[in-house]
């Protein structure tokens, strides 16, 4: 078994690097660190929070929009040699880094495949740290990043693969799309049924409530699309809120999630769901995103200039 650590970053695709970079920084409310040729990179996370000098935890580079990668971080090091072979023998073929690519991630070896859903996953070795203080891009009060909504063609087939090549755990269900962590928060991945992989959504957590709901009214004011809450998931009692980003990928806010401590895994048990909006949303709100919603309407139907959001008006 893999024994994962932490998503480290992600990598995303977008025709438009100056509009993305004004969104993460002035919207989102995130640190531009480094420009390097094509690509732009951020940091989120407060070191007096968690104790976290990761270099950047995302990037976006000029291309494909659909071109998604997730980095995760080892928990031994030492393990990075032998785990090429353990995906390999399992079906899963693996591609060595050069030595130009694990310096356009900032880090020192990485090895990329495929998982079922075709989602392109990376992991890597000793990657770089920061010395320096998180400096947000505005105060949202971002503490650090959290976890994704990941895509999957076949939710059963790539819990298998979660749980059983890499080290992640089931928290709940949520009808048929898993809910899976590799620490203590509640998740780290949750898998979204999808016609298509890719990352579904990006999730940031905040220091207070009032976070959320500051934010909500400056996204508002700013004419960005509010496409989930403010509410609170059942599952994890994080209070949150979604709004659309560039290429239309998807950013929540969240505070409060829950946690599962050392202790608690021998006696812990994952919960069933109903796929409803209730599930996902004790207080009544109700989610404008094809994943979430049951009656399978919802943001893939909404008018295309609100899903655009207007990133002119926006910036």
């Known amino acids: ?9 992600l990598r995303m695709g977008t025709p438009d690097l100056e509009s993305a970079i004004e969104f993460a920084t002035r919207i989102v409310g995130l640190q531009l660190v480094s420009r390097v040729g094509k690509a732009a990179y ?5 070191v007096e929070v968690r104790g976290d000098t990761r270099d950047h935890t ?3 580079f000029e291309g494909d929009p659909k071109d998604h990668a997730t980095g995760f971080d080892l928990r031994n090091p030492e393990d990075f040699d032998r ?4 995906l390999d023998n399992a079906g899963y073929p693996v591609t060595l880094a050069t030595s130009e690519e694990c310096e356009l991630r900032r880090v020192k070896r990485m090895l990329s495949f495929k998982d079922p859903s075709g989602n392109r996953i990376e992991i890597v070795s000793r990657p770089y740290h920061s010395g ?3 400096f947000p891009g505005r105060d949202s009060g971002i503490t650090h990043f959290s976890h994704i909504g990941l895509r999957t063609t076949d939710a059963g087939r790539d819990e298998a693969f979660w749980t059983r090549i890499m080290n992640a755990r089931v928290s709940d269900w949520i009808g048929d799309a898993p809910l899976l962590r590799v620490d203590t928060a ?7 049924p999808s016609p298509h992989p ?4 990006i999730n940031h957590q905040v220091e207070d409530v009032d976070d959320i709901m500051r934010s909500y009214y400056f996204l508002k004011e700013k004419g960005v699309r509010i496409v989930f809450g403010p509410g609170r998931h059942p599952l994890s009692s994080a209070i949150m809120l979604y709004f659309e980003g560039p290429d239309r990928m998807v950013y929540e806010y969240s505070v409060g999630v829950k946690h599962i401590m050392p202790e608690q895994e021998a006696t812990y048990r994952p919960r069933q769901f109903p796929f409803e909006n209730e599930s996902f949303c004790m207080w009544g ?3 404008d995103l094809p994943e979430f919603r049951a009656d399978g309407e919802g943001g893939a139907d909404a008018d295309a200039a609100g899903r655009r959001a207007g990133l002119r008006s926006v910036i």
């Open 83 to 86: 785990i090429g072979a353990e």
């Open 186 to 192: 509640h998740h780290t991945l949750a898998l979204f």
């Open 198 to 201: 890719g990352i579904q959504h």
């Open 1 to 9: 078994m893999i024994d994962l650590f932490d998503i480290r970053y």
């Open 132 to 134: 320096t203080r998180y």
């Open 58 to 60: 995302l990037v976006y």
């Open 285 to 287: 709100s109700k989610p």
């Open 42 to 46: 951020f940091r989120s996370d407060k």
